[in-house]
């Protein structure tokens, strides 16, 4: 009797392992099929088939990451309509949701902080930047995305940050920018932002003779961003005539 009771146990043991199989299975072909849909732009048609995904295998950080990248796809920056804020909030309570499991997931950083961005909450948004910038001190384009948000709150004419924080958001914003172009030396949005940041210091700054100095390093960040789009732009084009030719 015990013996049949023990193989009884082990035979459900067994079926519940398959049936658990079986599910991750499913759930991993319904995030390859949305993988596809998210690549041709069917947002909505993803968004089923992630969803299905995290029901089949609950956790499925992956699955999650791709819904809320999603949503994040549905919502249009300045449109009053309610489904677009629905999709935004729809993205950040997913991205929380990855978070309070796994604190330190980039994607849901990064996707909060491209999130609270177009929503204009700046704050927020160089909050997430910054952690991003930490999480992947190698990737130029997180620590780009601070200077430029510092800017932005630093420029945001209609409900600007006292003087004394303007100035140690440029210093922040410069010093930021400094760290991208240090791993991308062509990196021409960084060179764009620090000539803005400049001008800001200049602006912020009363001493003519180093507001004449800031305005010079200005210039010659913007002239070094011209340049390097310019040699960006020939390499093209140079690129493109090498391959026309070979074909």
């Known amino acids: 009797m015990k013996s049949h009771t023990k193989l009884m146990f082990a035979f459900l043991a067994m079926l519940a392992l398959a049936s658990t199989s079986c599910a991750k299975l499913q759930a991993r072909d319904n995030l390859n099929k949305g993988v596809r ?100 001190p190698n990737d130029p384009v997180p620590l780009y995305a601070v200077g430029s948000v510092d800017w932005l709150i630093v420029f945001d004419k209609n409900n600007p940050p006292p003087e004394p924080e303007q100035l140690t958001l440029v210093d922040e914003g410069l010093a930021f920018l400094d760290k991208a172009l240090a791993i991308n030396p062509n990196y021409e949005e960084a060179m764009a932002y620090k000539n803005l940041l400049y001008r800001e210091k200049a602006r912020l700054t009363p001493d003519e003779t180093a507001k004449t100095q800031l305005i010079a390093q200005a210039d010659e960040w913007f002239n070094k961003a011209l340049e390097t789009r310019k040699k960006i732009q020939e390499a093209k084009k140079s690129v493109g005539g090498v391959v026309a030719d070979s074909k």
């Open 37 to 136: 849909a998210f690549r041709e732009a069917k947002y909505e048609e993803a968004v089923n088939y992630f969803k299905q995904a995290t029901k089949l295998d609950p956790g499925y950080l992956d699955a999650e990451v791709y819904l809320g990248m999603a949503y994040l796809q549905q919502y249009i920056p300045n449109a009053e309509s309610e489904e677009s804020k629905k999709n935004a909030d729809l993205a950040i309570e997913t991205f929380n949701g990855i978070l309070a499991r796994e604190p330190n997931n980039v994607s849901a950083i990064a996707g909060l902080a491209y999130m609270y961005q177009n929503l204009v909450q700046l704050q927020k948004a160089r909050e997430f930047y910054k952690k991003n910038a930490d999480l992947a």
